[in-house]
């Protein structure tokens, strides 16, 4: 049973470009979440979505970032117009739909975006 | 806005010793999940907790739920080398959300 998958793994954008980080959960999970983690600081909750719907956008800065989930296909975090400050580690989390293990997320490796 | 605030931020310690870490909040959470990243990696779980009180144990390692399910800790019996590593607790509030402490960075000296 493969885990959550990101890619890419590494990203390099120039300020001003988009950047586009995909994750496909875990087989039978339909929920994903996406958070940020800032050198020195811990994870930070940005979106959670589910097929088609987004659930809470509570994280997501107001501009520039955007997150989907389609009914086919992998979740897409898309961050237009990138500055130095979008430098991080993103990761994707995803969870069973129901059970009483609903609650625990399995995370991805991650994608490293560093813009220049 | 909910915190966790995981103790001791660093901790070196000799292979072979015991330790204990500890992660509290002023609120209370459904559940409360452990996790371990290495670097350039993502979290790995190691447990989740879901009722006050609770005591899991996953080899070496011991984890604790507080009764009011707003702490835990984390005691590992004669460390190795091999448990290195940032140590995260979260726990889950509103849309199974996860609150992350910063992280217990852990080095274990062969």
């Known amino acids: 049973n493969a885990g959550v998958m990101q890619n890419p793994r590494h990203l390099v954008r120039r300020r001003g470009q988009e950047a586009r980080l995909r994750c496909s959960p875990m087989?039978?999970?339909?929920?994903v979440y996406w958070y940020r983690q800032l050198p020195e600081e811990g994870l930070k909750f940005m979106v959670y979505l589910q097929k088609e719907n987004i659930i809470d956008e509570s994280g997501m800065p107001k501009e520039r970032f955007s997150a989907e989930f389609p009914k086919e296909g992998p979740s897409i975090l898309r961050i237009q117009q990138v500055v130095r400050g979008d430098s991080a580690a993103y990761f994707c989390?995803?969870?069973?739909?129901?059970?009483?293990?609903?609650?625990?997320?399995?995370f991805g490796p991650g994608t490293r975006l560093l813009v220049l | 806005t909910q915190l966790l605030e995981q103790s001791p931020q660093f901790l070196s310690i000799q292979e072979g010793e015991n330790l204990t870490v500890y992660c509290n909040s002023s609120s209370v959470f459904s559940s409360l999940q452990w996790y371990r990243q290495e670097p350039g990696e993502g979290p790995v779980l190691l447990v989740t907790?879901?009722?006050?009180?609770e005591v899991k144990k996953l080899k070496r390692l011991t984890f604790q739920f507080g009764d009011a399910r707003k702490d835990s800790s984390l005691h590992i019996t004669a460390a190795q080398p091999g448990d290195t590593g940032l140590y995260l607790c979260a726990g889950t509030g509103a849309n199974s959300k996860l609150t992350f402490g910063k992280g217990i960075t852990l080095s274990v000296r062969p």
């Open positions: 989390a995803s969870s069973p739909s129901t059970g009483s293990l609903q609650e625990t997320q399995y």
């Open positions: 907790v879901v009722t006050g009180g």
């Open positions: 087989k039978g999970h339909s929920h």
